[in-house]
């Protein structure tokens, strides 16, 4: 067996059915008792139920999340944190909303709160991401991780079909790039391959009954699985393409992952056949040049855009974006041909399958 470093990251993860009810308790646990909670603005209602659940320990809301993390949204959120005395944050929601609370520990410290109402994966990681002037800046500090998860699979059964399939992709994309990471390892691969086979079980029956509890609960065993692998080990061409169409053309996060997954598993395959083959596997396959094509096909099943034109790129964008992706460039298997990385980016585009 190869040599290899394995670093377990110290987060504690609560995981049931219900278990936003246990959110005061493991508040108390951390012994911080003024919290901000955070939220998008479409979700200000579940941060007020949150507030009234925490009762005295809640020090405000702060509904002002959005995609990607601007520096701007960023500064109002630290300044709110420290008028209210906050002593941790609450983040309810999603990737930007989780996001937000990084942003805030990054420079305060507060401890983070994660309650997941998506797939995204980012409640796991020490990563975080912020957005200024078109461009998003990536790093790793084990401040924003989140100290405690609360992973309640009630919290995403309103979350809308589609929403659920593309952050699922997403959590896949995790999974995937883990795999072939510069730093895999043998554990991170087991659960990588695990999160792959989980998401690719639950995702079609979420969208069939998006009220059936036994596929929401798989699919955010999953989600936890991938988040977890995301952050144990580094990421490759496919995140360092998805920031840069994100940040530079503000695409939605979840939807260009899922568009742009299948093109770059298969942009890699032969330079990583093992990797692929286990992807290829946990979907129902046998080899490593299947893992593009049928994570293509899930996409199809699920009914989720296949094109980046779709989700709102413009054609013109396609060469700056590919000329972005080969400037200070993740590790990657395959190395960084920039000819065959804007072929791969006008595929995504067209919605063509990968090839």
């Known amino acids: 067996m190869d040599r290899f470093v394995y670093q377990g990251l110290p987060s504690r993860v609560v995981f049931g059915w219900g278990n936003l009810a246990r959110l005061p308790e493991e508040i108390d646990r951390l012994g911080a008792r003024r919290a901000l909670i955070l939220s998008t603005p479409e979700q200000r209602a579940l941060a007020e139920e949150v507030a009234r659940l925490l009762g005295e320990r809640a020090a405000g809301i702060h509904a002002e999340a959005v995609m990607h993390v601007p520096v701007e949204v960023a500064r109002a959120a630290r300044e709110k944190a420290a008028a209210l005395d906050a002593r941790c944050c609450v983040a309810v929601g999603g990737g ?28 796991m990681t020490p990563i975080y991401g912020l957005t200024e002037g078109r461009l998003k800046k990536t790093g790793r500090d084990l401040r924003v991780l989140p100290r405690t998860v609360i992973y309640d699979p009630a919290l995403t059964v309103s ?11 997403n959590a896949m994309a995790h999974a995937v790039e883990a795999l072939y990471a510069e730093d895999a390892n043998p554990v991170i691969s087991l659960m990588a391959e695990e999160s792959i086979r989980a998401m690719g079980e639950a995702l079609p029956g979420v969208v069939r009954h998006p009220d059936d509890a ?20 580094g990421m490759a061409l496919h995140h360092k393409l998805c920031h840069t169409l994100g940040g530079t053309f503000n695409l939605p996060h979840a939807q260009t992952h899922a568009v742009m997954l299948p093109h770059t ?3 890699n395959h032969w330079a990583a056949p093992q990797a692929l083959e286990r992807v290829a596997r946990a979907l129902g396959g046998a080899h490593a040049d299947e893992a593009g094509p049928r994570l293509y096909a899930l996409n199809q099943s699920l009914g989720i855009a296949l094109s980046l034109k779709e989700i709102g790129m413009p054609e013109a964008g396609l060469d700056e974006a590919a000329d972005l992706a080969c400037t200070n460039a993740y590790p990657n298997p395959r190395p960084l041909e920039r000819e065959a990385i804007r072929a791969l980016l006008q595929r995504a585009w067209e919605g063509a399958a990968p090839r």
């Open 96 to 123: 930007s909303t989780i996001g937000l609370g990084k942003a805030i520990a990054l420079e305060s410290a507060l401890p983070i709160v994660a309650v997941p109402t998506t797939y995204a994966g980012s409640e």
């Open 159 to 169: 979350l809308p079909a589609g929403i659920s399939a593309a952050s699922g992709v």
């Open 214 to 233: 036994a596929m929401r609960s798989r699919a955010l065993y999953g989600a936890w699985l991938a988040g977890s692998c995301l952050g144990a080990v």
């Open 265 to 267: 598993a298969h942009y």
